[in-house]
Protein backbone atom coordinates (compact mmCIF):
# COMPACT_ATOMS: atom_id res chain seq x y z
CA UNK A 1 0.00 0.00 0.00
CA UNK A 2 1.40 3.67 -0.83
CA UNK A 3 1.98 6.23 2.08
CA UNK A 4 -0.58 8.37 2.61
CA UNK A 5 -0.54 11.74 0.42
CA UNK A 6 2.66 10.46 -0.75
CA UNK A 7 3.51 13.19 -2.59
CA UNK A 8 4.05 15.42 0.65
CA UNK A 9 4.96 12.35 3.11
CA UNK A 10 8.03 13.20 5.42
CA UNK A 11 8.68 16.04 3.08
CA UNK A 12 8.94 18.87 5.95
CA UNK A 13 12.13 17.66 8.12
CA UNK A 14 12.40 18.49 11.82
CA UNK A 15 15.41 16.81 12.85
CA UNK A 16 17.80 20.16 12.45
CA UNK A 17 19.35 21.17 15.78
CA UNK A 18 16.69 23.89 16.06
CA UNK A 19 15.24 24.41 20.20
CA UNK A 20 12.83 25.62 21.82
CA UNK A 21 9.68 27.95 19.67
CA UNK A 22 11.14 26.98 16.85
CA UNK A 23 11.63 23.23 17.13
CA UNK A 24 7.60 23.45 18.08
CA UNK A 25 6.96 25.84 14.52
CA UNK A 26 8.46 22.78 12.89
CA UNK A 27 5.32 20.31 13.39
CA UNK A 28 2.77 22.96 13.69
CA UNK A 29 0.35 23.61 10.53
CA UNK A 30 -1.39 20.25 9.81
CA UNK A 31 -4.11 21.06 12.88
CA UNK A 32 -4.30 24.15 10.97
CA UNK A 33 -5.68 22.45 8.02
CA UNK A 34 -7.77 20.58 9.69
CA UNK A 35 -9.02 23.54 11.80
CA UNK A 36 -10.93 25.21 8.86
CA UNK A 37 -12.92 21.89 8.53
CA UNK A 38 -14.75 23.28 12.16
CA UNK A 39 -15.12 26.63 11.06
CA UNK A 40 -16.50 25.66 7.20
CA UNK A 41 -20.08 27.07 5.89
CA UNK A 42 -21.66 24.60 7.19
CA UNK A 43 -20.93 24.94 10.86
CA UNK A 44 -22.41 28.93 9.83
CA UNK A 45 -25.91 26.97 9.16
CA UNK A 46 -25.62 25.74 12.49
CA UNK A 47 -24.22 28.18 14.75
CA UNK A 48 -26.58 30.75 13.29
CA UNK A 49 -29.46 28.51 13.67
CA UNK A 50 -28.57 27.82 17.36
CA UNK A 51 -27.87 31.31 17.96
CA UNK A 52 -30.80 33.23 16.47
CA UNK A 53 -33.87 30.47 18.39
CA UNK A 54 -31.88 29.74 21.61
CA UNK A 55 -30.08 32.44 22.29
CA UNK A 56 -26.60 31.93 23.96
CA UNK A 57 -27.95 28.96 25.57
CA UNK A 58 -26.43 26.61 23.25
CA UNK A 59 -22.61 28.12 23.75
CA UNK A 60 -22.13 24.58 26.49
CA UNK A 61 -22.45 22.40 23.08
CA UNK A 62 -19.74 24.21 21.07
CA UNK A 63 -17.46 24.10 24.00
CA UNK A 64 -18.12 20.77 24.41
CA UNK A 65 -17.86 19.68 21.07
CA UNK A 66 -14.48 21.46 20.87
CA UNK A 67 -13.30 19.44 23.82
CA UNK A 68 -14.09 16.34 21.80
CA UNK A 69 -13.26 17.04 18.40
CA UNK A 70 -9.40 18.43 20.88
CA UNK A 71 -9.44 14.65 22.36
CA UNK A 72 -10.83 12.63 18.60
CA UNK A 73 -8.17 14.94 16.95
CA UNK A 74 -5.54 14.02 19.01
CA UNK A 75 -6.18 10.58 18.76
CA UNK A 76 -6.03 10.54 15.31
CA UNK A 77 -2.90 12.38 14.96
CA UNK A 78 -1.39 10.00 17.13
CA UNK A 79 -2.18 6.97 14.60
CA UNK A 80 -0.48 8.34 11.66
CA UNK A 81 2.59 9.55 13.70
CA UNK A 82 3.04 5.84 15.63
CA UNK A 83 1.36 3.78 12.86
CA UNK A 84 2.43 5.74 9.89
CA UNK A 85 -0.62 4.82 8.59
CA UNK A 86 -4.16 7.05 8.01
CA UNK A 87 -7.39 5.66 9.32
CA UNK A 88 -8.52 4.81 6.30
CA UNK A 89 -5.53 2.37 5.64
CA UNK A 90 -5.60 1.52 8.98
CA UNK A 91 -9.25 0.00 8.21
CA UNK A 92 -8.38 -1.61 4.99
CA UNK A 93 -5.83 -3.45 6.69
CA UNK A 94 -7.96 -4.35 9.75
CA UNK A 95 -11.17 -5.55 8.06
CA UNK A 96 -12.81 -7.71 5.85
CA UNK A 97 -13.21 -6.57 2.19
CA UNK A 98 -17.15 -6.52 2.57
CA UNK A 99 -16.96 -4.03 5.63
CA UNK A 100 -14.35 -1.36 4.27
CA UNK A 101 -16.62 -1.22 0.81
CA UNK A 102 -19.34 -0.54 3.39
CA UNK A 103 -17.41 1.60 5.48
CA UNK A 104 -15.94 3.56 2.62
CA UNK A 105 -19.65 4.11 1.45
CA UNK A 106 -19.81 6.00 4.10
CA UNK A 107 -17.11 8.19 4.69
CA UNK A 108 -18.14 9.49 0.63
CA UNK A 109 -21.28 10.33 1.96
CA UNK A 110 -19.68 12.46 4.69
CA UNK A 111 -17.43 13.26 2.03
CA UNK A 112 -20.27 14.66 -0.09
CA UNK A 113 -22.06 16.15 2.62
CA UNK A 114 -19.17 18.18 3.51
CA UNK A 115 -18.41 19.30 0.43
CA UNK A 116 -21.98 20.47 -0.60
CA UNK A 117 -21.66 22.62 2.75
CA UNK A 118 -18.11 24.10 1.67
CA UNK A 119 -18.84 23.91 -2.18
CA UNK A 120 -22.62 25.73 -1.24
CA UNK A 121 -20.86 28.67 1.60
CA UNK A 122 -18.61 29.74 -1.15
CA UNK A 123 -20.78 30.27 -3.61
CA UNK A 124 -22.94 31.61 -1.33
CA UNK A 125 -20.14 34.07 -0.29
CA UNK A 126 -19.28 35.27 -4.26
CA UNK A 127 -22.96 35.74 -4.53
CA UNK A 128 -23.21 37.48 -1.91
CA UNK A 129 -20.25 40.03 -2.18
CA UNK A 130 -20.23 39.75 -6.33
CA UNK A 131 -23.59 39.29 -7.01
CA UNK A 132 -22.87 35.99 -9.09
CA UNK A 133 -25.74 33.80 -9.27
CA UNK A 134 -25.31 30.59 -7.24
CA UNK A 135 -24.73 28.14 -10.06
CA UNK A 136 -21.52 30.45 -11.63
CA UNK A 137 -20.34 30.38 -7.57
CA UNK A 138 -20.40 26.38 -7.83
CA UNK A 139 -18.47 26.04 -11.29
CA UNK A 140 -16.10 28.56 -9.61
CA UNK A 141 -15.24 25.79 -6.71
CA UNK A 142 -13.64 24.01 -9.36
CA UNK A 143 -10.87 26.02 -9.81
CA UNK A 144 -9.96 24.93 -5.95
CA UNK A 145 -8.55 21.55 -7.25
CA UNK A 146 -5.84 23.62 -9.84
CA UNK A 147 -5.22 25.88 -6.72
CA UNK A 148 -4.70 22.76 -4.49
CA UNK A 149 -2.70 20.82 -6.97
CA UNK A 150 -0.34 24.35 -7.82
CA UNK A 151 0.18 24.73 -3.50
CA UNK A 152 0.88 20.96 -3.09
CA UNK A 153 3.68 21.21 -5.87
CA UNK A 154 4.84 24.14 -3.73
CA UNK A 155 5.34 21.79 -0.97
CA UNK A 156 2.93 21.23 1.86
CA UNK A 157 4.45 24.41 4.19
CA UNK A 158 3.28 26.89 1.73
CA UNK A 159 -0.15 25.22 1.91
CA UNK A 160 -0.34 25.47 5.64
CA UNK A 161 0.76 29.46 5.01
CA UNK A 162 -1.58 29.22 2.70
CA UNK A 163 -4.70 28.61 5.16
CA UNK A 164 -2.69 29.99 8.20
CA UNK A 165 -3.65 33.03 5.92
CA UNK A 166 -7.46 32.53 5.59
CA UNK A 167 -8.11 31.60 9.07
CA UNK A 168 -6.40 34.88 9.75
CA UNK A 169 -8.63 36.56 7.77
CA UNK A 170 -12.20 34.87 9.36
CA UNK A 171 -10.42 35.41 12.81
CA UNK A 172 -10.26 39.39 12.18
CA UNK A 173 -13.54 39.30 10.41
CA UNK A 174 -15.79 38.16 13.63
CA UNK A 175 -13.19 40.19 15.51
CA UNK A 176 -14.89 43.00 14.14
CA UNK A 177 -18.07 41.41 14.37
CA UNK A 178 -17.83 40.98 17.78
CA UNK A 179 -17.14 45.13 18.48
CA UNK A 180 -20.30 45.75 16.06
CA UNK A 181 -22.75 43.24 18.35
CA UNK A 182 -21.25 44.36 21.53
CA UNK A 183 -23.32 41.04 23.31
CA UNK A 184 -24.00 40.95 26.83
CA UNK A 185 -21.05 38.96 28.05
CA UNK A 186 -22.88 38.21 31.36
CA UNK A 187 -25.84 36.25 28.73
CA UNK A 188 -22.57 34.17 27.33
CA UNK A 189 -21.42 33.35 30.82
CA UNK A 190 -24.92 31.64 31.28
CA UNK A 191 -24.24 29.94 28.14
CA UNK A 192 -21.63 27.87 29.05
CA UNK A 193 -24.15 26.61 31.67
CA UNK A 194 -25.43 22.92 29.58
CA UNK A 195 -29.13 23.36 29.19
CA UNK A 196 -31.91 21.80 25.93
CA UNK A 197 -34.59 24.61 26.01
CA UNK A 198 -36.83 22.31 23.70
CA UNK A 199 -36.60 19.38 21.37
CA UNK A 200 -35.60 21.43 18.24
CA UNK A 201 -32.80 22.63 20.09
CA UNK A 202 -31.66 18.74 20.51
CA UNK A 203 -31.72 19.14 16.75
CA UNK A 204 -29.45 21.84 16.03
CA UNK A 205 -26.92 20.64 19.40
CA UNK A 206 -26.38 17.56 16.97
CA UNK A 207 -26.04 19.61 14.14
CA UNK A 208 -23.23 21.55 15.68
CA UNK A 209 -21.18 18.77 17.13
CA UNK A 210 -21.75 17.30 13.38
CA UNK A 211 -20.27 20.35 12.23
CA UNK A 212 -17.91 20.93 14.98
CA UNK A 213 -16.57 16.59 14.96
CA UNK A 214 -16.20 16.09 11.40
CA UNK A 215 -15.58 12.93 10.57
CA UNK A 216 -13.38 13.31 7.16
CA UNK A 217 -10.72 15.76 9.38
CA UNK A 218 -10.09 12.37 11.58
CA UNK A 219 -9.10 10.80 8.26
CA UNK A 220 -7.51 14.18 7.57
CA UNK A 221 -5.46 14.73 10.58
CA UNK A 222 -3.79 11.32 10.57
CA UNK A 223 -2.49 11.69 7.08
CA UNK A 224 -0.96 15.17 7.68
CA UNK A 225 0.75 14.12 10.60
CA UNK A 226 2.61 11.92 8.37
CA UNK A 227 4.51 14.80 6.39
CA UNK A 228 7.11 16.04 9.16
CA UNK A 229 10.52 13.89 9.19
CA UNK A 230 11.90 12.95 12.59
CA UNK A 231 13.87 10.81 14.19
CA UNK A 232 11.47 7.14 14.71
CA UNK A 233 12.63 6.53 18.20
CA UNK A 234 10.72 6.19 21.29
CA UNK A 235 11.90 9.74 22.14
CA UNK A 236 11.32 11.20 18.85
CA UNK A 237 7.57 9.59 19.09
CA UNK A 238 6.91 11.42 22.25
CA UNK A 239 8.12 14.42 21.42
CA UNK A 240 6.04 14.20 17.84
CA UNK A 241 2.79 13.81 19.96
CA UNK A 242 3.51 16.57 22.14
CA UNK A 243 3.68 18.97 20.06
CA UNK A 244 1.61 18.09 17.58
CA UNK A 245 -1.09 18.10 20.88
CA UNK A 246 0.14 21.72 20.99
CA UNK A 247 -0.84 22.46 17.53
CA UNK A 248 -4.43 21.17 18.02
CA UNK A 249 -5.06 22.97 20.73
CA UNK A 250 -3.89 26.17 19.63
CA UNK A 251 -5.97 25.68 16.05
CA UNK A 252 -8.79 24.28 17.70
CA UNK A 253 -9.26 26.81 20.09
CA UNK A 254 -9.41 29.13 17.07
CA UNK A 255 -11.79 27.34 15.63
CA UNK A 256 -13.91 27.33 18.65
CA UNK A 257 -13.41 31.19 18.67
CA UNK A 258 -15.04 31.54 15.56
CA UNK A 259 -17.70 29.10 15.78
CA UNK A 260 -18.80 30.93 19.65
CA UNK A 261 -18.35 34.51 17.38
CA UNK A 262 -20.95 32.95 14.57
CA UNK A 263 -23.43 31.88 17.53
CA UNK A 264 -22.73 34.76 19.73
CA UNK A 265 -23.68 37.30 16.85
CA UNK A 266 -26.78 35.65 15.91
CA UNK A 267 -27.79 35.32 19.33
CA UNK A 268 -26.90 39.27 20.19
CA UNK A 269 -27.94 40.88 17.04
CA UNK A 270 -30.88 38.31 15.66
CA UNK A 271 -32.64 36.66 19.07
CA UNK A 272 -32.17 39.78 20.79
CA UNK A 273 -34.58 41.67 18.43
CA UNK A 274 -36.88 38.66 18.24
CA UNK A 275 -35.80 37.76 14.86
CA UNK A 276 -35.93 34.01 15.74
CA UNK A 277 -35.74 31.84 12.63
CA UNK A 278 -32.82 33.37 10.58
CA UNK A 279 -30.91 30.30 9.55
CA UNK A 280 -30.33 31.28 6.18
CA UNK A 281 -26.77 32.64 5.32
CA UNK A 282 -28.39 34.78 2.84
CA UNK A 283 -30.35 36.54 5.17
CA UNK A 284 -27.93 37.11 8.31
CA UNK A 285 -26.06 38.99 5.91
CA UNK A 286 -28.80 40.99 5.07
CA UNK A 287 -29.68 41.74 8.27
CA UNK A 288 -26.52 42.58 10.02
CA UNK A 289 -26.06 45.99 7.96
CA UNK A 290 -29.42 47.42 9.06
CA UNK A 291 -28.89 46.27 12.75
CA UNK A 292 -25.33 47.10 13.62
CA UNK A 293 -25.61 49.96 12.06
CA UNK A 294 -22.44 49.50 9.65
CA UNK A 295 -21.88 48.30 6.30
CA UNK A 296 -18.55 47.00 6.87
CA UNK A 297 -20.52 44.06 8.96
CA UNK A 298 -22.01 42.23 6.28
CA UNK A 299 -18.96 43.25 3.61
CA UNK A 300 -16.83 41.64 6.29
CA UNK A 301 -19.49 38.69 6.93
CA UNK A 302 -19.21 37.86 3.23
CA UNK A 303 -15.29 37.61 3.43
CA UNK A 304 -14.77 35.39 5.84
CA UNK A 305 -17.36 33.33 4.29
CA UNK A 306 -15.59 33.25 1.06
CA UNK A 307 -12.43 32.56 3.19
CA UNK A 308 -13.99 29.53 4.96
CA UNK A 309 -15.13 28.06 1.34
CA UNK A 310 -12.32 28.09 -0.39
CA UNK A 311 -10.32 26.92 2.86
CA UNK A 312 -12.56 24.07 3.92
CA UNK A 313 -13.24 23.22 0.39
CA UNK A 314 -9.05 22.58 -0.40
CA UNK A 315 -9.21 20.26 2.83
CA UNK A 316 -12.46 18.40 1.99
CA UNK A 317 -10.72 17.29 -1.32
CA UNK A 318 -7.28 16.42 0.49
CA UNK A 319 -9.62 14.36 2.31
CA UNK A 320 -11.22 12.79 -0.42
CA UNK A 321 -8.04 11.50 -1.90
CA UNK A 322 -7.05 10.08 1.19
CA UNK A 323 -10.09 8.23 2.18
CA UNK A 324 -10.29 7.19 -1.61
CA UNK A 325 -6.74 6.05 -1.59
CA UNK A 326 -6.71 4.81 1.63
CA UNK A 327 -10.05 2.28 1.38
CA UNK A 328 -9.77 1.26 -2.50
CA UNK A 329 -5.70 1.29 -2.65
CA UNK A 330 -6.21 3.13 -5.87
CA UNK A 331 -2.68 3.82 -7.77
CA UNK A 332 -3.90 6.54 -10.03
CA UNK A 333 -2.18 9.98 -11.04
CA UNK A 334 -2.71 12.78 -8.32
CA UNK A 335 -4.53 14.90 -9.84
CA UNK A 336 -7.00 12.75 -11.61
CA UNK A 337 -8.11 11.69 -7.71
CA UNK A 338 -8.40 15.38 -6.88
CA UNK A 339 -10.58 16.29 -10.34
CA UNK A 340 -12.82 12.87 -9.43
CA UNK A 341 -12.75 14.16 -5.46
CA UNK A 342 -14.20 17.58 -6.62
CA UNK A 343 -16.88 16.44 -8.75
CA UNK A 344 -17.95 14.11 -6.43
CA UNK A 345 -18.70 17.73 -4.43
CA UNK A 346 -20.09 19.48 -7.08
CA UNK A 347 -22.34 16.75 -9.03
CA UNK A 348 -23.98 17.01 -5.32
CA UNK A 349 -24.90 20.72 -5.17
CA UNK A 350 -25.59 21.57 -8.87
CA UNK A 351 -28.21 19.09 -8.51
CA UNK A 352 -29.71 20.41 -4.97
CA UNK A 353 -29.62 23.83 -6.82
CA UNK A 354 -31.22 23.02 -9.93
CA UNK A 355 -33.93 21.00 -8.75
CA UNK A 356 -34.64 22.90 -5.25
CA UNK A 357 -33.26 26.20 -6.21
CA UNK A 358 -31.14 28.43 -4.36
CA UNK A 359 -33.81 29.28 -1.63
CA UNK A 360 -33.37 25.61 0.01
CA UNK A 361 -29.33 26.41 0.31
CA UNK A 362 -29.81 27.17 4.19
CA UNK A 363 -31.81 24.14 4.63
CA UNK A 364 -29.62 21.77 2.94
CA UNK A 365 -26.84 23.15 4.96
CA UNK A 366 -28.16 22.45 7.96
CA UNK A 367 -29.35 18.68 6.84
CA UNK A 368 -25.78 18.51 5.76
CA UNK A 369 -24.20 18.80 9.44
CA UNK A 370 -26.62 15.87 10.49
CA UNK A 371 -25.49 14.11 7.84
CA UNK A 372 -22.28 14.45 9.11
CA UNK A 373 -23.02 13.39 12.76
CA UNK A 374 -24.72 10.49 11.56
CA UNK A 375 -21.72 9.46 10.26
CA UNK A 376 -19.01 10.47 12.76
CA UNK A 377 -19.50 6.85 15.28
CA UNK A 378 -17.83 4.64 12.39
CA UNK A 379 -15.13 6.36 12.17
CA UNK A 380 -14.59 7.07 15.45
CA UNK A 381 -15.15 3.86 16.85
CA UNK A 382 -12.75 2.20 14.69
CA UNK A 383 -10.42 5.21 15.44
CA UNK A 384 -10.31 4.07 19.41
CA UNK A 385 -10.01 0.56 18.58
CA UNK A 386 -6.79 1.29 16.60
CA UNK A 387 -5.24 3.70 19.33
CA UNK A 388 -6.27 1.49 21.75
CA UNK A 389 -4.44 -1.52 20.37
CA UNK A 390 -0.79 -2.43 21.72
CA UNK A 391 0.09 -4.44 18.62
CA UNK A 392 -0.81 -1.95 16.32
CA UNK A 393 0.90 0.87 18.03
CA UNK A 394 3.95 -0.61 19.27
CA UNK A 395 3.80 0.62 22.85
CA UNK A 396 1.95 4.02 22.45
CA UNK A 397 -1.45 3.17 22.80
CA UNK A 398 -3.48 5.47 24.94
CA UNK A 399 -4.06 5.03 28.17
CA UNK A 400 -7.05 3.90 30.42
CA UNK A 401 -8.30 7.23 31.39
CA UNK A 402 -7.65 9.11 27.97
CA UNK A 403 -9.65 5.20 26.58
CA UNK A 404 -12.60 5.42 29.13
CA UNK A 405 -12.80 9.32 27.79
CA UNK A 406 -12.56 8.73 23.99
CA UNK A 407 -15.74 5.97 24.46
CA UNK A 408 -17.65 8.08 26.74
CA UNK A 409 -17.24 10.48 23.89
CA UNK A 410 -18.28 8.14 21.08
CA UNK A 411 -21.34 7.00 23.19
CA UNK A 412 -22.87 10.52 23.35
CA UNK A 413 -22.91 10.70 19.79
CA UNK A 414 -23.98 7.20 18.90
CA UNK A 415 -26.87 7.90 21.68
CA UNK A 416 -27.56 11.30 20.10
CA UNK A 417 -27.51 10.00 16.67
CA UNK A 418 -29.90 7.01 17.66
CA UNK A 419 -32.26 9.24 18.86
CA UNK A 420 -32.30 11.72 16.11
CA UNK A 421 -32.62 8.60 13.58
CA UNK A 422 -35.54 6.82 15.83
CA UNK A 423 -37.28 10.42 16.18
CA UNK A 424 -37.39 11.15 12.29
CA UNK A 425 -38.16 7.72 11.10
CA UNK A 426 -41.38 7.84 13.99
CA UNK A 427 -42.36 10.52 12.49
CA UNK A 428 -42.06 9.23 8.90
CA UNK A 429 -43.80 6.55 9.83
CA UNK A 430 -46.34 8.17 11.16
CA UNK A 431 -47.25 11.25 9.20
CA UNK A 432 -46.43 9.09 6.01
CA UNK A 433 -49.65 8.13 3.84
CA UNK A 434 -48.05 4.79 2.61
CA UNK A 435 -45.82 4.06 5.59
CA UNK A 436 -45.45 -0.07 4.38
CA UNK A 437 -42.31 1.37 1.95
CA UNK A 438 -40.42 2.62 4.85
CA UNK A 439 -41.17 -0.31 6.36
CA UNK A 440 -39.50 -1.99 3.80
CA UNK A 441 -36.91 0.37 3.08
CA UNK A 442 -35.87 2.93 5.38
CA UNK A 443 -36.35 0.58 8.46
CA UNK A 444 -34.16 -2.67 7.81
CA UNK A 445 -31.53 0.36 6.04
CA UNK A 446 -31.66 1.85 10.03
CA UNK A 447 -31.37 -1.80 11.39
CA UNK A 448 -28.56 -2.68 8.78
CA UNK A 449 -26.16 0.47 10.05
CA UNK A 450 -26.85 -0.37 13.37
CA UNK A 451 -25.74 -4.02 12.98
CA UNK A 452 -22.70 -2.52 11.32
CA UNK A 453 -22.11 -0.19 13.98
CA UNK A 454 -21.99 -2.94 16.77
CA UNK A 455 -20.26 -5.10 14.55
CA UNK A 456 -17.22 -3.01 14.62
CA UNK A 457 -17.92 -1.65 18.61
CA UNK A 458 -17.51 -5.54 19.94
CA UNK A 459 -15.42 -7.35 17.07
CA UNK A 460 -11.96 -6.60 18.59
CA UNK A 461 -13.22 -7.82 22.21
CA UNK A 462 -14.11 -11.46 20.94
CA UNK A 463 -11.54 -11.96 18.13
CA UNK A 464 -8.25 -11.93 19.31
CA UNK A 465 -5.83 -9.87 17.46
CA UNK A 466 -3.94 -11.19 14.20
CA UNK A 467 -0.62 -9.69 13.10
CA UNK A 468 -2.09 -9.98 9.56
CA UNK A 469 -1.86 -7.68 6.63
CA UNK A 470 -5.27 -7.82 5.61
CA UNK A 471 -6.29 -7.07 2.06
CA UNK A 472 -2.96 -6.26 0.39
CA UNK A 473 -2.89 -9.07 -2.23
CA UNK A 474 -5.79 -9.61 -4.40
CA UNK A 475 -5.15 -13.59 -4.83
CA UNK A 476 -3.70 -14.01 -0.95
CA UNK A 477 -0.87 -16.26 -2.27
CA UNK A 478 -3.59 -19.12 -3.89
CA UNK A 479 -1.00 -19.19 -7.46
CA UNK A 480 -2.06 -21.59 -9.82
CA UNK A 481 1.32 -22.91 -11.43
CA UNK A 482 1.98 -24.14 -15.02
CA UNK A 483 5.00 -26.06 -16.24
CA UNK A 484 6.22 -26.89 -19.22
CA UNK A 485 9.53 -27.11 -21.37
CA UNK A 486 12.06 -24.78 -20.63
CA UNK A 487 15.26 -23.62 -22.42
CA UNK A 488 18.41 -22.97 -21.10
CA UNK A 489 17.78 -19.42 -19.23
CA UNK A 490 20.18 -19.28 -16.04
CA UNK A 491 19.13 -16.16 -14.10
CA UNK A 492 15.80 -15.02 -14.43
CA UNK A 493 14.25 -11.49 -13.10
CA UNK A 494 10.71 -11.17 -12.43
CA UNK A 495 9.40 -7.94 -11.22
CA UNK A 496 6.97 -7.75 -8.58
CA UNK A 497 4.08 -5.38 -7.53
CA UNK A 498 1.80 -7.29 -5.72
CA UNK A 499 -0.93 -7.29 -8.12
CA UNK A 500 -2.52 -9.95 -10.27
CA UNK A 501 0.36 -8.97 -12.73
CA UNK A 502 2.16 -11.46 -10.77
CA UNK A 503 0.66 -15.10 -11.34
CA UNK A 504 1.21 -14.48 -14.92
CA UNK A 505 4.83 -13.05 -14.77
CA UNK A 506 5.76 -15.74 -12.50
CA UNK A 507 4.00 -18.42 -14.66
CA UNK A 508 6.06 -17.46 -17.76
CA UNK A 509 9.25 -17.11 -15.92
CA UNK A 510 8.70 -20.58 -15.02
CA UNK A 511 8.36 -21.69 -18.47
CA UNK A 512 11.33 -19.70 -19.54
CA UNK A 513 13.68 -21.66 -16.77
CA UNK A 514 11.61 -24.65 -15.03
CA UNK A 515 12.98 -25.49 -11.69
CA UNK A 516 17.05 -25.68 -13.03
CA UNK A 517 16.73 -21.78 -13.16
CA UNK A 518 17.50 -19.53 -10.62
CA UNK A 519 14.96 -16.27 -9.65
CA UNK A 520 14.88 -13.32 -8.70
CA UNK A 521 12.19 -11.57 -7.36
CA UNK A 522 12.45 -7.45 -7.83
CA UNK A 523 10.46 -4.84 -6.01
CA UNK A 524 10.43 -1.25 -5.46
CA UNK A 525 9.11 0.80 -2.89
CA UNK A 526 7.76 3.78 -4.24
CA UNK A 527 6.99 5.79 -1.18
CA UNK A 528 8.77 9.59 -1.18
CA UNK A 529 10.77 8.67 1.68
CA UNK A 530 12.30 5.59 -0.32
CA UNK A 531 13.28 8.40 -3.57
CA UNK A 532 14.89 10.52 -0.91
CA UNK A 533 16.84 8.21 1.19
CA UNK A 534 16.89 5.28 -0.61
CA UNK A 535 18.11 1.80 1.40
CA UNK A 536 17.99 4.15 4.39
CA UNK A 537 14.16 4.14 4.65
CA UNK A 538 12.68 1.95 7.53
CA UNK A 539 8.79 2.42 7.46
CA UNK A 540 5.85 0.91 7.43
CA UNK A 541 5.70 0.34 3.79
CA UNK A 542 9.43 -0.77 3.90
CA UNK A 543 8.72 -3.52 6.35
CA UNK A 544 5.38 -4.85 5.11
CA UNK A 545 6.95 -5.26 0.84
CA UNK A 546 10.32 -7.32 3.08
CA UNK A 547 7.48 -9.82 4.81
CA UNK A 548 5.60 -9.81 1.38
CA UNK A 549 8.23 -11.23 -0.59
CA UNK A 550 10.04 -13.35 2.16
CA UNK A 551 6.42 -15.08 1.91
CA UNK A 552 6.53 -15.23 -2.31
CA UNK A 553 9.68 -16.82 -1.70
CA UNK A 554 8.61 -19.33 1.16
CA UNK A 555 5.87 -20.24 -1.33
CA UNK A 556 8.01 -20.26 -4.26
CA UNK A 557 10.93 -22.94 -2.54
CA UNK A 558 8.40 -25.11 -1.10
CA UNK A 559 6.92 -25.67 -4.99
CA UNK A 560 10.57 -26.73 -6.18
CA UNK A 561 12.10 -23.22 -7.25
CA UNK A 562 15.25 -21.50 -6.06
CA UNK A 563 14.79 -17.66 -5.20
CA UNK A 564 16.25 -15.04 -3.85
CA UNK A 565 14.68 -11.15 -3.59
CA UNK A 566 15.92 -7.71 -4.33
CA UNK A 567 14.25 -5.07 -3.02
CA UNK A 568 14.77 -1.73 -4.44
CA UNK A 569 13.98 2.16 -3.51
CA UNK A 570 12.21 5.07 -5.96
CA UNK A 571 10.37 4.79 -9.01
CA UNK A 572 10.30 1.49 -10.86
CA UNK A 573 11.54 3.04 -14.44
CA UNK A 574 14.62 4.28 -12.77
CA UNK A 575 15.43 1.65 -9.98
CA UNK A 576 14.43 -1.35 -11.89
CA UNK A 577 17.16 -1.02 -14.73
CA UNK A 578 19.68 -0.14 -12.14
CA UNK A 579 19.50 -3.21 -10.10
CA UNK A 580 19.10 -5.03 -13.72
CA UNK A 581 22.80 -3.54 -14.62
CA UNK A 582 24.25 -4.04 -11.56
CA UNK A 583 23.79 -7.90 -12.29
CA UNK A 584 24.54 -11.05 -14.23
CA UNK A 585 20.21 -11.42 -15.21
CA UNK A 586 19.68 -13.28 -18.50
CA UNK A 587 15.92 -11.77 -19.07
CA UNK A 588 13.42 -9.19 -16.93
CA UNK A 589 9.71 -10.88 -16.75
CA UNK A 590 6.97 -8.35 -16.07
CA UNK A 591 3.67 -8.24 -15.87
CA UNK A 592 1.85 -5.11 -17.48
CA UNK A 593 -1.56 -4.34 -17.17
CA UNK A 594 -1.30 -3.01 -20.92
CA UNK A 595 -3.48 0.17 -20.37
CA UNK A 596 -2.48 3.43 -23.14
CA UNK A 597 -3.88 7.05 -23.76
CA UNK A 598 -5.99 8.23 -21.15
CA UNK A 599 -4.87 5.16 -18.90
CA UNK A 600 -1.51 6.15 -19.03
CA UNK A 601 -2.98 9.70 -17.94
CA UNK A 602 -4.14 7.87 -14.99
CA UNK A 603 -1.98 5.26 -13.86
CA UNK A 604 1.54 6.30 -15.11
CA UNK A 605 4.14 4.30 -17.38
CA UNK A 606 6.58 2.07 -16.46
CA UNK A 607 7.41 -0.05 -19.52
CA UNK A 608 8.13 2.07 -22.30
CA UNK A 609 10.64 3.62 -20.28
CA UNK A 610 12.25 0.63 -18.82
CA UNK A 611 12.83 -1.10 -21.91
CA UNK A 612 15.62 1.74 -22.86
CA UNK A 613 17.49 1.10 -19.85
CA UNK A 614 18.19 -2.56 -19.48
CA UNK A 615 20.89 -4.62 -21.40
CA UNK A 616 18.94 -7.42 -21.41
CA UNK A 617 15.71 -9.02 -23.28
CA UNK A 618 12.42 -7.91 -22.02
CA UNK A 619 9.74 -9.73 -21.36
CA UNK A 620 6.28 -8.04 -21.01
CA UNK A 621 2.91 -10.25 -19.77
CA UNK A 622 -0.05 -8.59 -20.70
CA UNK A 623 -2.85 -8.90 -17.81
CA UNK A 624 -6.33 -7.76 -18.78
CA UNK A 625 -6.39 -4.52 -16.62
Not at 60 to 72: D, E, G, H, I, T
Not at 139 to 144: K, P, Q, S
Not at 184 to 195: A, H, R
Not at 392 to 418: D, E, H, R, Y
Request: a neutral charge; charged letters at 15%.
Amino acid sequence: MNQSLEEVNQSVLTNGKAKGFKKIAAFLGPAYLISVGYMDPGNWATDLAGGSQFGYSLLWVLVMSNLMALLLQSLSARLGIVTQRDLAQASRETYSPFINYILYFLAEIAIAACDLAEVLGMAIGINLLFHLPLIEGVLITVLDTFLLLFLINKGIRKMEAFIMTLVAVIGLSFLFEMIFAQPNLSNVVVGLIPTLPNEGALYIAIGIIGATVMPHNLYLHSSLVQTRKFNRTESGIKQALKFNLIDSTIALNLAFFVNAAILILAAATFFNNGLFHVAEIKDAHQLLAPLLGTKWAPILFAVALIAAGQSSTITGTLAGQIIMEGYLNLRIQPWVRRIITRLIAIVPAMMAILYFGESVTGKLLLFSQVILSLQLGFAIIPLIHFVSDPIKMKGFQIKPITKALSWIVALIIVLLNAKLVFDEIFRWLTSSKNPLILWFTVVPLAISFLILLLYIVFKPFITKARNTINNHLPHNFELNFSHSKAYPTKNIAIAIDFSNADEKALNHAFELGGTSANYTLIHIVETVGAMLYGGNIDDHETTTDEKLLLQYQELLESKGYKVSLLLGFGKPNKAIPKLINERDFDVLVMGTHGHSGFKDLLFGTTVNKLRHEISIPLFIIKVDS
